[in-house]
């Protein structure tokens, strides 16, 4: 019985690099994101920080971002189906209904951490790129998960915008558009 308690720990892989720094945001397909919002910020007293949608220049989806504490949450709607991200939401709607779509990652280095994740056996789905606004650069890299979901690896250390590029800041006092809960 002492043999068990007596083995050696387990070692750490020799190379300590360290491709994941933490949870970036869930994002969630949701039909009317100005409900989702309404119901959010009054009935779970959630912070909106940031949104996207036709009227700052994305003509295909609508998207509130809440912030508590160190959470993000994005609910994102489809407002016309043009390309890849307005039919990514309009395709988890069709088959599986409200969730989770994404879970987004931090990374230091997005190059780095996709490499890493697909030498290793990740399905990649979307190699890195850069989202550039005046705030500075995303970097954006997208591998698939056993669900649903995806993961989306995100380097932010080079951008001091309030999300991603084509999100605006919410000022504090702002809410998002009162709706009624009920159709």
Do not use: W
């Amino acid at each position: 019985m002492t043999e068990i308690f007596a083995a050696p720990l387990a070692q750490e892989p020799a190379d300590d690099f360290r491709p994941i720094t933490g949870p970036d945001a869930v994002v969630l397909a949701v039909h009317d994101a100005r409900k989702a919002a309404h119901y959010y910020s009054a009935t779970l007293a959630m912070r909106c920080t940031a949104y996207s949608g036709p009227e700052n220049g994305n003509p295909e989806t609508r998207a509130y971002v809440f912030e508590t504490g160190p959470a993000r949450y994005v609910l994102t709607s489809v407002v016309q189906v043009l390309t890849g991200h307005g039919r990514l939401i309009a395709d988890h709607l069709a088959r599986h209904g409200e969730g989770i779509v994404d879970l987004s990652l931090r990374v230091p280095d997005a190059y780095a951490a996709f490499d890493y994740a697909v030498d290793r056996g990740a399905t990649a789905l979307t190699e890195p790129y850069e989202l550039t606004d005046p705030n500075g650069t995303v970097v954006l890299a997208v591998i698939a998960t056993a669900g649903a979901a995806r993961h989306t690896l995100v380097d932010r250390t080079g951008y001091g915008g309030p999300y991603l590029p084509g999100f605006t800041r919410v000022p504090d006092r702002v809410r998002p558009p009162t709706t009624s809960l009920h159709p």
